[in-house]
């Protein structure tokens, strides 16, 4: 066990090495010279031999990775260009409503999706398990942005019930930033309902083929007994292995669903700086998103243990 | 992509009626096949029967469907169905040039791995790092270092996409190196590059095929994604994403202006999905009985 949790510690360790070196890596291939990057189209030569000087990129390329990975892990991302601020304080600053969004996103998906993935396996072929099989099928297809664009248009052009745009802290009111959230997270959260549904039906279908479940009906548990604390608990791995798997959509969607929805969070800060060419955020926002990632698919490997016993390192 | 291996019965029925049985047994290619089809009749057949996407008229802004204008015209005045027709090619060249180059990576990098020992751990780490990055944030990135265009964006789409098709790739030449014919043929005296072209080649062919079909939609899905965001296909070219961008202020005005390229994104999604779901039930009939 302890391990088990040390190899996979030493395994996340190396990917995020691995991140860590094509992102650095990124900047230096594509382009001959970072400095004329970041110094943008109007530089001067004077102007980019300071940028050499003031990044160190003279220095060999194995020596510049070994002092771009020691900053990084100190927290220093680099300053942006375009506002001459930390990075580090851009992200943290950005951070809150992305969190808001994110958090709501994972309560919705996982309750509806749950919720629809058992009901559908309780009655295979039936009218929830066509609807899921359609759902599903639409909710890969449709792009986040159409599902965004064609809630706003339904729920608050045309019904007014809840508001077009923008976001409220969570301290001016739970309510209204509750509000402003809903569409966002319901957009957010459809494809990753898909995904987490279809994979709970198959994982319940399975399950519920078991003989313990013929006894535990035989001796008369009730359907929602049986549903939820025989087949689900069991059911579970795949369904967490799924909802660790599913983030990294769910990153790339926060970038437009903060677009549509015009919410002032880290996905907006990553548009903001593909507008400005402010490549320093763009590599820290790579940094925290793909780190959060492979932190996020950590627990969910470690909360495997705790959810079945059977499984033993 | 469109061309499938017609069962060995056909001899016996003639290719009309073999294709129609084929069809019926699998109508999940038969719908994707259909949707598909007629998308890439109207980006092909456009020019004739729409105006011009590009042209803009000052007196006509923002006006809904009528029978000039049967979508109705953007902010610029500009036609959107005509908008909406241009936007197919956008998104069918993007996405068939993105999934034959993460395909033919994939495959090259899968075949590097899977045969020789020497690079793989070393690659395989490589593509467990690129996999760790959300796919529309490394687009992103890649695109904004380089100039843009068309070719970059076919690149930057394809990159975050080419390591699972190398991993794809890599465990079914890993499973079919161990098989007794392989063995077989190398024993009868067959060089490495025969065994590879006659035996393990094709055992690629068929999991590879499904996977371009999903490559494909994914590759649709980021270049509209990419190009909504303003970092995909320059705005001057009529791309659905973009398109949708536009359309943010106007929703309530002209919603057609981001319903039409909204709902024919999907559907073109919707196509390719559907053919590589029937592509691999076809190819896989144990996935027939399962979910």
Same mark, same amino acid.
Not at chain 1, 73 to 95: E, M, N, W
Not at chain 1, 278 to 288: A, K, N, T
Not at chain 2, 31 to 48: E, Y
Not at chain 2, 157 to 173: D, H, M, N, T, Y
């Given at each position: 066990m302890g391990v088990y949790i040390l190899r996979r510690l030493l395994s996340t360790i190396a990917v995020m090495a691995m991140v860590g070196l094509f992102i650095f890596l990124l900047l230096h291939i594509s382009s001959g010279d970072p400095a004329a990057i970041i110094a943008g189209d109007a530089a001067t030569p004077q102007m980019i031999a300071e940028i050499h000087a003031k990044l160190g990129l003279d220095a060999p390329l194995p020596a510049q990775f070994a002092h771009w990975s020691m900053d990084v892990l100190h927290g220093d991302f680099g300053t942006s260009i375009f506002s001459g601020r930390p990075v580090l304080t851009l992200l943290l600053q950005r951070l809150p409503p992305t969190l808001s969004l994110s958090a709501l996103t994972i309560v919705f998906s996982i309750v509806i999706a749950i919720g629809l993935g058992v009901a559908a396996a309780w009655r295979p072929g039936g009218g929830i398990d066509y609807f899921l099989t359609g759902f599903a099928t639409l909710g890969f297809s449709v792009p986040v942005f159409v599902i965004g664009y064609f809630l706003v248009y339904l729920f608050?052009?045309? %019904?007014?019930? %809840?508001?077009v745009q923008g976001y409220v802290p969570i301290h001016n009111g739970v309510l209204p930033w509750f509000t402003k959230l809903v569409l966002p997270s319901l957009t957010l959260s459809t494809g990753y309902i898909a995904l987490i549904a279809r994979i709970t039906r198959g994982s319940m279908l399975e399950v519920l083929s078991e003989d313990y479940i013929r006894t535990a009906a035989a001796k008369g548990a009730s359907t929602t007994a049986i549903l939820l604390k025989h087949a689900l608990k069991n059911a579970g791995v795949p369904i967490l292995t799924i909802v660790g798997i599913g983030i990294a959509g769910l990153i790339g969607g926060v970038v437009i669903t903060e677009t549509v929805f015009d919410i002032p969070g880290v996905g907006r800060l990553t548009v903001d700086a593909i507008n400005n060419r402010d490549y320093p955020i763009i590599q820290g926002v790579l940094i925290i998103f793909s780190g959060a990632y492979v932190l996020i698919n950590l627990c969910v490997d470690l909360a495997y243990t705790l959810l079945d016993p059977q499984i033993r390192y | 992509m469109m061309s499938v291996d017609i069962p060995a019965d056909s001899a016996l029925i003639g290719p009309n009626r073999a294709l129609r049985r084929f069809l019926r047994r699998n109508r999940l290619i038969l719908a994707g096949g259909v949707i598909l089809i007629i998308l890439i009749a109207m980006a092909i057949s456009g020019p004739r029967w729409v105006?011009?996407?590009l042209a803009p008229d000052p007196f006509a802004r923002l006006q809904g469907p009528s029978s000039v204008f049967w979508l109705g015209t953007d902010n610029l005045g500009r036609d959107i169905l005509a908008r909406t027709v241009y936007g197919a090619r956008v998104s069918l060249v993007v996405g068939l040039a993105s999934a034959i180059v993460t395909i033919l990576a994939g495959l090259l990098i899968g075949l590097a791995t899977g045969l020789g020992h020497r690079f793989d751990a070393v690659a395989m780490r490589m593509m467990d790092g690129i996999m760790a990055i959300p796919t529309i944030l490394l687009a992103i990135a890649l695109v904004s270092l380089t100039r843009g265009g068309v070719n970059i964006l076919v690149v930057a789409i394809s990159i975050p996409q080419i390591p699972g098709v190398a991993r794809l790739v890599r465990s079914v030449i890993l499973t079919t190196r161990e098989r007794p014919y392989v063995e077989a043929a190398f024993c009868a005296g067959a060089s490495v590059v025969r065994v590879l072209r006659r035996h393990i080649l094709p055992s690629t062919i068929a999991p590879l095929m499904v996977q371009s079909a999903y490559v494909c939609a994914n590759a649709m899905l980021i270049e509209a994604g990419l190009s909504f965001l303003g970092a995909g296909v320059p705005p001057e070219i009529p791309s659905w994403g973009n398109m949708i961008a536009e359309s943010r202020v106007y929703l309530s005005i002209v919603p057609w202006m981001a319903f039409a390229p909204g709902i024919c994104l999907s559907t073109m999604i919707l196509g390719v999905t559907l053919l590589g779901d029937g592509l691999r039930k076809f190819f896989d009939p144990r996935e027939r009985a399962g979910r």
């Amino acid at each position: 066990m302890g391990v088990y949790i040390l190899r996979r510690l030493l395994s996340t360790i190396a990917v995020m090495a691995m991140v860590g070196l094509f992102i650095f890596l990124l900047l230096h291939i594509s382009s001959g010279d970072p400095a004329a990057i970041i110094a943008g189209d109007a530089a001067t030569p004077q102007m980019i031999a300071e940028i050499h000087a003031k990044l160190g990129l003279d220095a060999p390329l194995p020596a510049q990775f070994a002092h771009w990975s020691m900053d990084v892990l100190h927290g220093d991302f680099g300053t942006s260009i375009f506002s001459g601020r930390p990075v580090l304080t851009l992200l943290l600053q950005r951070l809150p409503p992305t969190l808001s969004l994110s958090a709501l996103t994972i309560v919705f998906s996982i309750v509806i999706a749950i919720g629809l993935g058992v009901a559908a396996a309780w009655r295979p072929g039936g009218g929830i398990d066509y609807f899921l099989t359609g759902f599903a099928t639409l909710g890969f297809s449709v792009p986040v942005f159409v599902i965004g664009y064609f809630l706003v248009y339904l729920f608050a052009i045309t %019904l007014h019930w %809840l508001p077009v745009q923008g976001y409220v802290p969570i301290h001016n009111g739970v309510l209204p930033w509750f509000t402003k959230l809903v569409l966002p997270s319901l957009t957010l959260s459809t494809g990753y309902i898909a995904l987490i549904a279809r994979i709970t039906r198959g994982s319940m279908l399975e399950v519920l083929s078991e003989d313990y479940i013929r006894t535990a009906a035989a001796k008369g548990a009730s359907t929602t007994a049986i549903l939820l604390k025989h087949a689900l608990k069991n059911a579970g791995v795949p369904i967490l292995t799924i909802v660790g798997i599913g983030i990294a959509g769910l990153i790339g969607g926060v970038v437009i669903t903060e677009t549509v929805f015009d919410i002032p969070g880290v996905g907006r800060l990553t548009v903001d700086a593909i507008n400005n060419r402010d490549y320093p955020i763009i590599q820290g926002v790579l940094i925290i998103f793909s780190g959060a990632y492979v932190l996020i698919n950590l627990c969910v490997d470690l909360a495997y243990t705790l959810l079945d016993p059977q499984i033993r390192y | 992509m469109m061309s499938v291996d017609i069962p060995a019965d056909s001899a016996l029925i003639g290719p009309n009626r073999a294709l129609r049985r084929f069809l019926r047994r699998n109508r999940l290619i038969l719908a994707g096949g259909v949707i598909l089809i007629i998308l890439i009749a109207m980006a092909i057949s456009g020019p004739r029967w729409v105006g011009d996407p590009l042209a803009p008229d000052p007196f006509a802004r923002l006006q809904g469907p009528s029978s000039v204008f049967w979508l109705g015209t953007d902010n610029l005045g500009r036609d959107i169905l005509a908008r909406t027709v241009y936007g197919a090619r956008v998104s069918l060249v993007v996405g068939l040039a993105s999934a034959i180059v993460t395909i033919l990576a994939g495959l090259l990098i899968g075949l590097a791995t899977g045969l020789g020992h020497r690079f793989d751990a070393v690659a395989m780490r490589m593509m467990d790092g690129i996999m760790a990055i959300p796919t529309i944030l490394l687009a992103i990135a890649l695109v904004s270092l380089t100039r843009g265009g068309v070719n970059i964006l076919v690149v930057a789409i394809s990159i975050p996409q080419i390591p699972g098709v190398a991993r794809l790739v890599r465990s079914v030449i890993l499973t079919t190196r161990e098989r007794p014919y392989v063995e077989a043929a190398f024993c009868a005296g067959a060089s490495v590059v025969r065994v590879l072209r006659r035996h393990i080649l094709p055992s690629t062919i068929a999991p590879l095929m499904v996977q371009s079909a999903y490559v494909c939609a994914n590759a649709m899905l980021i270049e509209a994604g990419l190009s909504f965001l303003g970092a995909g296909v320059p705005p001057e070219i009529p791309s659905w994403g973009n398109m949708i961008a536009e359309s943010r202020v106007y929703l309530s005005i002209v919603p057609w202006m981001a319903f039409a390229p909204g709902i024919c994104l999907s559907t073109m999604i919707l196509g390719v999905t559907l053919l590589g779901d029937g592509l691999r039930k076809f190819f896989d009939p144990r996935e027939r009985a399962g979910r």
